[in-house]
Each structure stands twice: as C-alpha cells, then as structure tokens.
C-alpha cells in the first residue's frame, strides 16, 4: 500500500512546479523561485531574509464561517500511524505523548497535551488545499507557535523549524514524515499546533493529538503526528536536506497557495 502510495505522489511531483506557478502570484512567485533555499542559506540569503522579516505583517489567509465547514473533510497521506512507538502511544490514548521542543532553543521542553492546553489558544475556520487537487474547510484549534517558540528562546543563527513526526511512510532510510518552515511563517498569526478540528480532539486519521496548521502554505506543509519541534540554522542534514519529506522527493519548499 504504501508503495502504491508513493509512486502515486511520484507521478504529481512532475506537475509539482506546474501546480506551484498557477498557484501563485505577485510577492509569492518570487518566493517560491527553484533556488529559494539554497539563496536563503547563502550571503545573499541576508538580503532576502532581512526582506522577509520586513514583510512580517503579512496578510491572513482567508478565515470562514462555520456555514462554510465541510461536511467531509478528507484525511490524505498516513491515517493510521503503523510504527510500534505509535501504537504504544495509541494504546492508552496519547496519555504518554510529549512534544519535544529542541535545537536552537535557550530552554529545550518537554510538553503534555494538558501543558499544551494550559496555553493561550487560536481557533480558526480555513480551507485546506491539497496538491493533489481537493480542498476542504475546516475549524481548528491550538496553541499558536511563535510565542511558544518565544518562549523556548531562539538562538541567534536559529533559521527553521522543522517538525518531525510519528509516522513513517516506508521507502528504506528517512522514511519519517517532516516538514519545515521559516521563522516568518513560524510566526505568522495563524501557524498554530492543531490538538481540536471541528470542535472535536484531533482524530487519529488527521494526525491525532497534534498537528501543524500552516495556513498558507499547501496540505502537505500540514505536518500531522508531531513528535518533535526542532529548531535549526540548516536544513541541510535533515532528512535528505530539503526541508520536508515530499520536498525530498521533489515538491517546492515554499508551498504557497
Ligand atoms: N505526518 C504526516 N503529515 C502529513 C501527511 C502525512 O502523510 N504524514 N500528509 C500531508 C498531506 S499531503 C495532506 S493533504 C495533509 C492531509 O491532512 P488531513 O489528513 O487532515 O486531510 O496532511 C499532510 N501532513
Ligand atoms: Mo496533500
């Protein structure tokens, strides 16, 4: 199955770029140019993130009412996590799940999901677009993340975070699901960590207990099953070096929509 899967998502990639360009327009197409990576970890990389930081109140994605939740909303990618450290967490109901905070952060962590609670939260209504062409409106709620990341401290050189999660999707070495941001979407308004969809506990099909909601940025930005925040200056040594699972097999790093 979970080959099956793959070469599925290997035949979208070469509509990957194709999809990125219509997508995208204005600000963003420079954004998401082929080499924004590599450019932001260069000298030049200076300028384009000093242009970025500038861009810091940047616009919400839309937000919905509750007329316009979708009666279905499509679980994609993993909907059952099958590794044994999953299962074992499953077993009692998450009771023993922790989310680790680490990297380049002045104050590592170690949360429970009642830590987590305890947490000014966000709740907002908005539509999650898949790059295999399905969108559904949603409600979520959770902690929103840069003043958790505030509150870990950010060392001066910290540049991303990565999001490592529980599920591994096969394939040999690296097969576990991440993803990765830079502080400006880490720290836009509505990146939150998802414990609550439609007013209901996260279900195990939408990444239960908790997920990443990047609202603009594509569905499979959305890292589900968090394990592990980590913050870091490259992503080269992570995974294959191109800052999330699907971008090692050739999606954009920049998802925007
Ligand atoms: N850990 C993990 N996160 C993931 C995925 C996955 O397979 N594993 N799939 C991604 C994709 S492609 C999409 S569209 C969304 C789907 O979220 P949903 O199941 O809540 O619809 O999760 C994203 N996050
Ligand atoms: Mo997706």
Request: with cysteine; proline share 5%.
């Amino acid at each position: 199955m979970t080959s099956k899967f793959l070469s599925r998502r290997r035949l979208l990639t070469a509509g990957a770029v194709g999809v990125g360009a219509l997508a995208l327009g204005g600000l963003n197409r420079f954004l998401i140019a082929p080499n924004y990576l590599q450019i932001l970890e260069s000298a030049e990389g200076l300028t384009l993130r000093a242009q970025r930081a500038m861009l810091a109140g940047q616009p919400l994605a839309r937000e919905f009412s509750e007329a316009d939740l979708s009666p279905i909303f499509k679980a994609n990618g993993t909907v059952l996590p099958d590794t044994a450290a999953c299962e074992a967490l499953m077993a009692n109901d998450f009771a023993d799940w922790r989310l680790t905070i680490d990297g380049m952060v002045t104050t590592p962590a170690s949360l429970s999901m009642a830590d987590l609670k305890r947490l000014p939260q966000r709740t907002q209504i908005t539509r999650h677009d898949c790059v295999e062409g399905w969108s559904a409106i949603g409600k979520w709620t959770g902690v929103p993340l840069g003043p958790l990341l505030q509150t870990a401290g950010l060392a001066p050189n910290a540049r991303f975070v990565v999001f490592h999660c529980a599920d591994d999707l096969g394939g040999g070495a690296n097969g576990l699901y991440y993803e990765s941001v830079d502080l400006v979407d880490a720290f836009h308004p509505q990146t939150i960590l998802a414990h609550t969809m439609n007013d209901a506990p996260l279900k195990v099909a939408h990444g239960a207990p908790l997920r990443l909601r990047v609202e603009r940025q594509l569905g499979y930005k959305h890292a589900k099953y968090l394990m592990r925040i980590e913050v870091v200056e490259s992503l080269a040594n992570i995974g294959r070096g191109n800052g999330g699972f699907w971008e090692d097999r050739g999606y954009e790093w920049y998802a925007g929509i």
